[in-house]
């Protein structure tokens, strides 16, 4: 899923601050009673993310479909890379409106990987 792009801090393994470009809806991930959060901070001076360096990733399951996704967890002292496997989530649905409640389940993790380039 995509739509608007912004460029946010992602904090390193090895805490070091990097800019990455994620949609918008990614950054805001949440759950509808607002206590899962990342709490993004928009990039200004950091410099891009390297190349060679993946993403840490959290996967979700929509409820409904079974239909499973990942987002970028900017930050591992968030509570969305912490939370539990099950945790109910918000899922905006492409060219649907938002969901009144938790349409989806977190599921497994992937952390951050590396490789010479």
């Known amino acids: 899923m995509s739509g608007p792009m912004a460029h946010y ?14 949609p918008v809806w990614e950054a805001n991930f949440s759950n509808h009673a607002a206590t899962l959060t990342q709490t993004p901070v928009a990039a200004t001076t950091q410099a891009n993310l390297p190349t060679g360096i993946r993403r840490r990733k959290r996967y979700y ?3 409904a479909t079974g239909v499973e996704g990942s987002i970028t967890v900017l930050n591992v002292a968030s509570n969305l890379w912490t939370s539990p496997v099950g945790t109910p989530v918000l899922v905006p649905l492409f060219n649907a409106a938002i969901a009144g409640a938790d349409n989806a389940t977190l ?5 951050e990987r590396t490789k010479a380039v």
Request: without cysteine; aromatic residues 10%.
């Open 61 to 63: 399951r929509l409820t």
């Open 9 to 22: 801090v992602y904090t390193a393994d090895d805490a070091t601050a990097y800019s990455a470009r994620i």
């Open 107 to 111: 599921r497994g993790r992937t952390g």
